[in-house]
């Protein structure tokens, strides 16, 4: 008779403990080995990211169509079947700005499609001879700006005399078509030259602002000094026409772009705040309160993202079925309808009030988040005009 022999155990190869699982009840090391294809990596860093399995099918759809549904679950304690608060509305904040940014990017702000989108070609379109002396200004100012600016190389700077000389004459040019004078060279005291020096004097006085803050450090100082010659550089080259106008709009839009995730992180914990004041007679936690503003955000920026790419479709197949995009643009409507609608009722739903109290709590902790988002958004603005 064949005597039967116990198969050899398993050992952690971290602790060299019996392992009994898929995991070291010790040490808490998985058995898996991390050397394997790179499809099986591909899977793990999805699920790291955004969980994906199944989670997503349970979560995104009550996410945006039951107000409230998450919350009460993840009250109830029923939280394995969906995605954590925190990194649903982290994913979805993340990719609504994304898609935004892309949406923004696509603008021309003002510029033709034509080959006449540069600073030459403008003075073709004035009808006065007031209107080419405007523009000239407005020109020469954003060249001196610009050379101003010291974050442009000086290789650039060296040409931007000549450009300026490539201003004036296309300038001439259409003062010729129009019978009017000539603009004069620089120097030459005619009144352009005394407006143009006028305006670069006091462009330079202003430019003496400097923070000078006694109870922070110095290095803080000169960060704030640093970021306010961008901001007024940025805003300079943003509002006259010129040679620098695009990129510095490029670099306002990545620089308020660059901030908007991180002001909305904040925001969030201070809507949990207003939550706790306005229901602090409802005894709940402020962890509580916190869910309810990740959940609440995250339907928010979801609705955002899907609003956007609406747009993309409604862009793309309007021209060539017009039905469709009157489609899509009603869907778009009831989406912006929805979004107010959808949080007065998880309002209701989460904290159990009647519908007087409910809608008044409603408006006031609508109007104090509107005025305090209003307030960073805008911090958050000129901190991008800085970047």
């Not at 003496?208 to 000169?222: G, Q």
């Not at 709009?249 to 914990?269: A, H, S």
């Not at 809507?271 to 409802?282: N, S």
Request: charged share 15%; glycine share 8%.
């Amino acid at each position: 008779m064949n005597e039967l022999k116990p198969s050899p155990a398993l050992l952690c190869a971290n602790c060299e403990a019996v392992l009994q699982g898929e995991f070291c009840h010790a040490c808490g090391q998985s058995v898996h080995s991390v050397l394997r294809p790179v499809s099986h990596m591909l899977e793990d860093a999805g699920d790291i990211f955004f969980h994906m399995d199944e989670r997503i099918v349970h979560t995104v759809p009550p996410l945006y169509t039951k107000p409230g549904f998450l919350t009460l679950e993840y009250f109830a304690g029923r939280r394995v079947r969906y995605i954590a608060p925190f990194r649903l509305m982290f994913v979805f904040c993340l990719l609504s700005f994304f898609f935004m940014h892309v949406a923004i990017n696509g603008l021309k702000f003002g510029e033709a499609e034509g080959g006449d989108t540069d600073s030459l070609g403008q003075f073709t379109h004035a009808a006065t001879a007031d209107d080419v002396h405007e523009m000239y200004r407005k020109e020469v100012r954003s060249l001196l700006a610009t050379q101003e600016d010291p974050n442009v190389p000086a290789i650039a700077k060296g040409g931007l005399s000549m450009m300026q000389g490539m201003v004036r004459d296309a300038a001439n040019k259409r003062l010729a078509q129009l019978n009017a004078p000539a603009i004069a060279p620089p120097g030459s005291g005619d009144e352009d030259d005394v407006q143009l020096k006028r305006v670069h004097m006091l462009s330079n006085e202003s430019g003496d602002m400097r923070f000078n803050i006694a109870w922070v450090p110095d290095a803080v100082n000169t960060r704030l000094n640093a970021g306010l010659d961008r901001l007024k550089a940025n805003l300079v080259q943003a509002s006259n026409p010129g040679p620098q106008k695009k990129e510095a709009i490029q670099r306002i839009v990545e620089g308020i772009f660059g901030v908007l995730p991180q002001t909305m992180f904040i925001m969030v914990p201070v809507f949990a705040l207003i939550l706790k004041v306005f229901y602090v007679f409802r005894r709940r936690l402020y962890v509580e309160h916190l869910i309810v503003a990740l959940h609440s955000h995250a339907f928010l920026f979801l609705a955002l993202m899907l609003l956007t790419l609406l747009g993309f479709a409604r862009g793309a197949i309007a021209p060539h079925f017009a039905p469709a995009g009157t489609l899509i643009r009603v869907v778009e409507v009831a989406m912006w309808i929805w979004m107010p609608i959808y949080l007065l009722l998880m309002q209701k739903r989460v904290y159990r009030q009647g519908w007087g109290m409910t809608i008044l709590k409603y408006w006031l902790i609508g109007s104090v988040y509107f005025w305090l988002l209003g307030f960073a958004l805008t911090i958050a603005v000129i901190i991008g005009i800085s970047h």
